[in-house]
């Protein structure tokens, strides 16, 4: 099977499997629910991860219910879904600022193709988390946000990381998107488990639109020389 394949299988199959969550908690699961999102991944993994090449593997924390919660592929929205990516998409739209960054960062790699022949992003808790908050809205939420989540969740963590790396990926180097308390958990994972020869941390694309806009470029640059570096590394 190709990886691309792999890839549909993988998320065909996805459903939270693990403890009771912490109450006002929720996982989304957007591949099993009534949304194209399942649609949108298939055709995504037939464009750009159609081959049998292994890839590098970029976990994020978990995905947001405007990017990937919508369009199933990590860290795009509806507007990159549809102009970066040629996946028609016709319901609400959605903008994630992560998914601005994260595609300016594509194109300084190579572009779409390119960057998608030799890396994959997912994240170590897949699907979409939300919490209920005092006035009744549901707000992203990330696995590790408490310790109650986090310890519920951390079987169901290990077992996806585990599918992730049989999609076909190297397992030298895995990049982090994070390098606060994402980096230490996975870091601590992998210090249990072994899934990876290192854990290589970046700076989340949220944290630079949010905070960092100005030096976008300088953190560009730096996406590029890290994730260029371990390719040209691998292919000597």
């Known amino acids: 099977m190709s990886f691309g394949q792999n890839v549909i299988r993988f998320h065909e199959q996805l459903a939270y499997t ?3 969550l912490p109450d006002g908690i929720h996982v989304i699961n957007p ?3 009534s949304t194209p999102a399942m649609d949108n991944l298939r055709m995504f993994a037939q464009k750009y991860l159609d081959d049998k090449n292994p890839r590098y593997l970029i976990l994020g924390i978990n995905p947001s219910r405007f990017g990937a919660g919508v369009t199933g ?10 102009s970066e990516c040629g996946i028609p998409y016709s319901g609400k739209q959605t903008h994630e600022i992560s998914s601005v960054f994260v595609y300016e960062m594509i194109h300084a790699l190579g572009g779409i193709s ?16 939300t919490k209920t908050n005092s006035e009744g809205r549901e707000l992203n939420y990330n696995y590790y946000d408490s310790a109650a989540l986090t310890e519920a969740v951390y079987p169901f963590i290990v077992q996806s990381v585990r599918q992730l790396i049989d999609l076909g990926i190297r397992t030298d180097t895995c990049f982090c998107l994070g390098t606060g308390k994402n980096a230490r958990f996975l870091k601590q994972l992998n210090n249990a488990h072994g899934f990876f020869r290192r854990i290589v941390p970046l700076e989340h694309p949220r944290f630079i639109m949010q905070y960092k806009s100005a ?16 390719d040209s590394d691998a292919g000597s």
């Open 114 to 129: 390119d960057f998608y022949s030799r890396f994959y992003i997912n994240s170590p808790f897949p699907l979409a988390i």
């Open 31 to 33: 591949f099993a629910e």
């Open 215 to 230: 030096e976008k470029s300088r953190y560009i640059e730096k996406y590029k020389r890290v994730l260029d570096e371990v």
């Open 18 to 20: 693990g403890s009771a």
């Open 73 to 82: 592929i990590p860290f795009t929205d509806t507007k990159r879904l549809v």
